[in-house]
């Protein structure tokens, strides 16, 4: 065979197998496709707002005791239903007993002033009637008789109040603690034999009992400051109870907070709503809740999901990258609408057929073929 030939084959034989071997790395390295791709989709998309708080009654009235004392009845339960003038509880007076001497002493005072006021009056009325004393003198002594029984009455009722509770003698006006609303009984922090303290201006006093009406019911939460601009009152509130999780409640939302509180670096807005209880379930107070504010809603239209969205680093405008030939994509600007979050709406920017890049690469071939 010529050398020349020989040569040839040899060379045609590499080259065959250069090919070979290019051809199979380029097939097991390249990837069918480097991204998945996704479609527009008509999507009902609701912009809302979870805000957490609880449930309490609208108004809650502390029963609070017109005299200290010591518990001596109790003769309601927690959650009784109870109308307005209901005894509650009774109070046994346990008077201080430097006071109640000190009121004794000071009735005592009452009637020694007293029985010298009436003898100068009753001396002097004999002169007066004769003629030898002066009008005036005489009122004047008459005053001073007239004052001194006001004295004596007046000790002798703060002697009684301290003594018995009452200046009548009958303590039952004062030591009979009634209700003052008609509702159900909430709470009874006092037992038989605890001692309570009297409501005055210096001390807000033991109370006794707290009651509520439990069919006006509302819904307190805290809005963060990011939110609360975009509520308004009379906005629709759907509440959902941890305790009752089958049972959705109405409300409006009917209080704003003027002023934030500070919580843990965050600003919190307190927001109150209407409940409308139903009868179907019985609403205790103090359960946690969770109301849905709808701040937009859109329905059935084309939207992407949001983890699509690119930002461009110097417009900070919102794009995504679409399809035009096999991993060949080209950057598309976008108008957004409404987001709950998870989907957003598209305006502008794609057309319904349009494929979206998914920032997800998937694993070549080879890597597969190796895990295998």
Do not use: C, H
Request: glycine share 8%; no cysteine; aromatic share 6%.
């Amino acid at each position: 065979m010529n050398k020349y030939v020989k040569y040839g084959l040899i060379g045609l034989l590499i080259l065959g197998f250069l090919w070979a071997v290019t051809f199979f790395i380029k097939k097991n390295t390249t990837p069918l496709k480097l991204y998945e791709t996704e479609e527009l989709q008509k999507r009902d998309i609701v912009n809302k707002v979870i805000v957490t708080g609880k449930v309490i009654p609208e108004d809650e009235i502390n029963i609070k005791p017109q005299i200290s004392g010591i518990i001596d009845k109790i003769y309601l339960e927690e959650g009784e239903q109870v109308k307005e003038g209901d005894l509650i509880a009774t109070i046994k007076v346990v008077p201080n007993e430097q006071s109640l001497a000190s009121a004794g002493g000071r009735v005592r005072n009452a009637e020694v002033s007293l029985s010298n006021a009436k003898l100068e009056f009753d001396r002097n009325k004999v002169l007066f009637d004769k003629g030898v004393v002066a009008s005036q003198a005489f009122n004047t002594i008459k005053l001073t008789y007239d004052q001194a029984k006001l004295e004596l009455e007046n000790a002798r009722n703060d002697y009684r109040i301290i003594r018995v509770g009452s200046a009548g003698g009958s303590a039952s006006a004062n030591t009979n603690i009634r209700s003052t609303v008609s509702g159900t009984i909430l709470e009874i922090p006092v037992k038989e034999g605890d001692q309570v303290i009297q409501s005055n201006n210096f001390n807000d006093g033991t109370t006794i009992a707290a009651i509520a009406d439990m069919a006006k019911m509302i819904f307190e939460g805290e809005v963060d400051e990011a939110e609360v601009g975009k509520l308004q009152l009379g906005m629709p509130l759907e509440i959902s109870l941890g305790a009752l999780e089958k049972s959705n409640y109405s409300a409006k939302l009917k209080f704003i907070a003027p002023k934030g509180i500070e919580e843990e670096g965050a600003v919190q807005f307190k927001i109150e709503g209407d409940l409308v209880v139903t009868d179907t379930a019985y609403v205790r107070a103090g359960y946690s809740a969770n109301a849905a504010i709808v701040l937009e809603e859109k329905k059935d239209v084309l939207a992407i999901k949001e983890a699509l969205l690119q930002f461009d680093k110097e417009t900070e405008k919102p794009y995504v990258e679409i399809e035009v030939g096999e991993n060949k994509f080209e950057k598309r600007e976008l108008e957004l609408g409404v987001s709950d979050g998870i989907d957003v709406e598209v305006i502008s920017g794609l057309k319904e057929n349009e494929k979206i890049k998914v920032w997800n690469e998937l694993e070549k071939e080879e890597d597969n073929g190796g895990d295998s």
